[in-house]
């Protein structure tokens, strides 16, 4: 072979793993700078797993979630006859812990039949969750912190982006907080209009939800109810410490159609 189309092909392989290497660094250190990623494509659900109550971990029955004109939609018209307590969850694959998540959503469309009349034009963000893995087939919810996602109309008038705390307790004001639901001090939104949505996250520190850059709610040290199911199997596989530093990210299906248009993160400094 000729020795110098040898020293050609020798070259131009050092250049192309030089090049890979350059993308990997890049991407690292636009991560330390902070910088916004997006975890949503825009053309599929890569990345993303749905966990439906009473469906294998996996099953999106009823093409509940979906990707069409570069939006996630969850949808109830294929499948649903009756909404029957089936809540699902699209978690990503990724755990996070110091983070600003932010989404664009708008609640479309009426409520599936036979759903909660408390999940009227209700959605949410859960954070610190626990693996869809580790769930059970009939489990309703994530054991997580929720950022509620909440629409008003004429029908029912209520603040955007309160908190819920299926399976864990959160600290306000010094206090441990043992209500499931905390109202925050936002304004109602109307219409099916695209909203913002960010949530600041901390690790175990604080976590705060920001709209129009306004903080709207603020709480310290999310950490597992010792009251719930889930507890004593969670509590072994969080290392035996009840505080919640990092977890899952998901969105939700309650009953109500909504769409998301765009799913970014930044991640903080530790």
């Not at 006859?81 to 990724?94: A, K, M, P, Q």
């Not at 769930?135 to 629409?151: A, H, V, W, Y």
């Amino acid at each position: 072979m000729n020795r110098f189309y040898t020293l050609g092909v020798f070259f131009l392989t050092l250049a192309f793993l030089t090049s890979c290497n350059q993308g990997k660094s890049e991407r690292q250190n636009n991560k330390g700078q902070e910088e916004w990623v997006q975890l949503f494509n825009g053309e599929d659900l890569t990345g993303w797993t749905p966990k439906i109550r009473y469906y294998e971990l996996g099953d999106n029955h009823g093409n509940t979630f979906r990707v069409e004109e570069g939006m996630i939609k969850v949808r109830y018209d294929e499948g649903y006859d009756t909404f029957d307590e089936r809540f699902g969850h699209l978690f990503f694959e990724e755990e996070f812990s110091h983070y600003q998540l932010r989404v664009e959503y708008r609640f479309v469309g009426e409520q599936c039949p036979g759903a909660p009349g408390w999940a009227y034009r209700n959605s949410g963000l859960m954070l610190h969750g626990q693996t869809p893995e580790s769930m059970e087939l009939d489990q309703d919810f994530p054991t997580s912190i929720e950022m509620q996602l909440l629409g008003s109309d004429s029908l029912v008038q209520r603040t955007n982006m309160n908190v819920c705390t299926p399976g864990t307790n959160i600290v306000m004001d010094g206090q441990l907080i043992l209500d499931h639901c905390v109202n925050s001090s936002s304004d109602f939104c109307f219409g099916d209009e695209w909203y913002t949505a960010l949530v600041e996250v901390r690790g175990n520190e604080v976590i705060r939800h920001i709209i129009n850059g306004d903080t709207v709610l603020e709480y310290n040290q999310p950490q597992l109810d010792e009251r719930d199911g889930t507890y004593a199997r969670l509590i072994e596989l969080n290392g035996g410490d009840k505080m919640l530093s990092k977890g899952t990210i998901s969105l939700q299906s309650e009953g109500h159609p909504i769409d998301f248009r765009k799913v970014e993160i930044k991640l903080l400094k530790e």
